[in-house]
């Protein structure tokens, strides 16, 4: 079974975030870059999809920055066979990137039997690549699975959807998976897995090279701005019974008039 | 060419043994510091994971790390807690003279079946009449036909109750001091003769195991010798030079955690209208904090270089050793002080790495055996 799980590299969660001078994007010369961590569970459904049937391979692509490859490196030292990295510092679009994984996997000489992805970014909150490029490839996909039982290329996928209830889908290969936190507990990259990490192909292509062009842009970012700072809280003071009663009046009064959300 | 780069191997070890040490180990060090238990599965754990026995190398099933390598893990696992370290660290102290010394025979004889499943080793070198010196030990070994046969006791043995292989220093006369000593390998725990005490009550390291062993005619294979008779002091010497700086990274670890915590938590608490980081008081004793933790870490990466380049680090491995131990004692008591009465009290982590640093200036030879070992080392160059 030739298996793809499509990564990207995000912020670490613990990052202070500014925008970048121009405004055109954050600023990233100081970031510290993290696997998508939706992405991880993708990883390890993949590796757990590998075990289950000997013979397979695990190919991990990402469309992004070449400064830092640690995602990339962190999935081979999971235990991915190898890696393809489409280069691009650009901020690219939902669209651009889905394009350029199709083209990557292409690329591969390998057709895929199932895509593994995150269900989404956690830095743009996009929610859109994984959709995408299973539409680009005319596969079916199905999203935020939290449970994922594969037997002789047809997949059971329990979908989460309000209220807690599962939605349960039943897929045949070639599908794209895309995984929510709950499917699994992603493995540590051992130590000697780490080692061996280096040794493993990891192939890069240019943005060209799998046929994305600026004229794929669908979206173009102009003005990243951080959210206005939160005003400190206001305190009413109501201990005294006598002045309780036009304290919730006032209170009323600001949450449908100040605050409106009454 | 000065490089304080660690390369993107290096990155990702730290990167992992760290995430290791947060997820695995600090959410249980609390309880087992109490319960002074072995944590078994958090043990095997970072031994699938290859965390273990850094130091065998790749031909006998290691996975060849450099000793800078080492030092990375061990900061990182120490940061986790600094006895469960103890634990896992302790098996490289006893498989370096197998590792330094050995012959292939022994190496994959002794070696290889830790690569093959956890197992635990003991290094036995201290008596209850002799610790810093340690030339004056007095457990014997006397020949008889092709065995050897061990006398003696050891004192304050780490994982003793849990060891599958113990590597003792033993002498063929006490007279003879340094130049008598020996180093042979028990691979066999159920050998007769063998004693293991009760496990020792400790100030910190809780969870390690620490115990007397006794060895009443223990008979061993003379093929377990470690290098000929009277090789043993050099076989220790070369050890220290690489157990020291593992044992100061550990006190990276330790200190780094404490000053983590500090940080955190004087961003956090209020006093006079403001975080008591605003306070200038806390902010000099941070800077300090800070300070200590890098020059240690300088020192053991420094220490660990000098091995992995080929050259003599005995006195570098001491600096590194005295400095990174003292220092984490006084950035241990600060984070105390800084937690103030909270500090004090169990339910905050930093009153535990206050008791578990106050080994690391003893334990491998005290803060004062090191500046011995500095001061001889500067005046045998004149």
């Known amino acids: 079974m030739n298996i793809f799980v499509c990564i990207k590299q995000v912020p670490d969660t613990e990052t202070k975030i500014t925008p970048n001078g121009d405004g055109t994007y954050i600023e990233t010369s100081s970031i510290k870059w993290i696997m998508n961590p939706y992405d991880e569970f993708a990883v390890e459904q993949a590796l757990l999809t590998k075990q289950a049937n000997s013979g397979s391979t695990v190919t991990v692509v990402r469309v992004g920055g070449v400064k830092d490859t640690e995602a990339l490196r962190t999935a081979l030292a999971m235990g991915a066979d190898d890696a393809i990295l489409v280069e691009s510092d650009d901020n690219l679009d939902s669209f651009m990137t889905a394009k350029a994984l199709k083209g990557a996997i292409e690329k591969s000489g390998k057709t895929a039997d199932v895509i593994f992805t995150g269900k989404q970014a956690i830095d743009d909150d996009c929610l859109q690549v994984p959709q995408l490029l299973a539409g680009m490839l005319n596969i079916p996909s199905v999203s935020v699975v939290v449970g994922c039982e594969e037997a002789g290329g047809a997949f059971t996928l329990k979908r989460e959807v309000e209220g807690g209830a599962l939605e349960v889908y039943e897929v045949k290969s070639p599908a794209l998976i895309a995984c929510n936190k709950g499917l699994n507990t992603p493995r540590y990259a051992s130590l000697p897995g780490i080692m061996k990490a280096k040794r493993k192909p990891l192939a890069q292509h240019s943005l060209a090279d799998v046929g994305v062009s600026d004229a794929d842009r669908r979206v173009k970012y102009s003005n990243f701005q951080l959210p206005p700072e939160k005003p400190a809280g206001k305190k009413f003071e109501a201990m005294d019974e006598a002045v309780q009663a036009s304290v919730v009046a006032e209170v009323v009064g600001l949450l449908r008039n100040e605050a409106k959300v009454i | ?382």
């Open chain 2, 1 to 382: 060419m000065v490089n304080f780069d660690l390369s993107s191997e290096q990155k990702e070890i730290k990167e992992m043994a760290m995430k290791f040490a947060k997820n695995e180990m600090m959410p249980k060090a609390g309880e087992f510091d109490e319960s002074g238990k072995m944590p078994m599965d958090i043990l095997t754990k970072a031994w699938e994971l290859g965390l273990v026995n850094t130091c065998i190398p790749p031909e006998f099933g290691g996975t060849g790390f450099t000793t800078l390598d080492s030092m990375i893990i061990t900061e990182a696992l120490a940061y986790g807690c600094l006895g469960m370290n103890t634990t896992l660290m302790a098996n490289d102290l006893a498989l370096l003279p197998i590792a330094l010394g050995g012959n292939n025979e022994q190496k994959k004889r002794f070696l290889t079946p830790f690569t093959e499943s956890y197992k635990i080793a003991s290094f036995c070198l201290t008596e209850p009449g002799n610790g810093s010196d340690a030339a004056g030990l007095k457990t014997t070994i006397k020949e008889d036909g092709d065995h050897y046969v061990i006398n003696g006791q050891k004192m304050w043995i780490t994982n003793a109750g849990y060891a599958d292989l113990f590597v003792i220093y033993c002498t063929t006369d006490p007279e003879l001091k340094h130049k008598g000593i020996s180093c042979i390998v028990l691979d066999d725990k159920n050998v007769a003769g063998l004693e293991i005490g009760a496990k020792e009550k400790k100030m910190g390291h809780r969870s390690s195991d620490t115990r007397a062993v006794t060895f009443t005619n223990v008979r061993i294979p003379k093929e377990n010798l470690i290098g000929n008779l009277g090789d043993g002091w050099n076989l220790a010497k070369m050890t220290l030079d690489h157990s020291r700086p593992m044992v100061a990274a550990s006190a990276v670890g330790g200190a780094q955690c404490a000053l983590d915590h500090a940080v955190k938590y004087a961003k956090e608490r209020v006093q006079f209208n403001k975080p008591i980081a605003g306070h200038q008081a806390i902010q000099l004793m941070i800077a300090d904090m800070a300070m200590n933790v890098e020059a240690s870490r300088l020192l053991v990466h420094k220490a660990a270089w000098l091995l992995d380049q080929g050259k003599s680090n005995t006195e570098l491995a001491s600096y590194a050793k005295a400095f990174a131990a003292d220092k984490f004692m006084e950035v241990a008591t600060d984070a105390v002080q800084i937690f103030g009465g909270y500090g004090y009290s169990n339910e905050y982590p930093v009153e535990k790495i206050m008791r578990d640093a106050k080994l690391i200036q003893i334990y491998e030879g005290t803060s004062q055996i090191q500046r011995l070992v500095i001061a001889k080392e500067i005046f045998s160059r004149s």
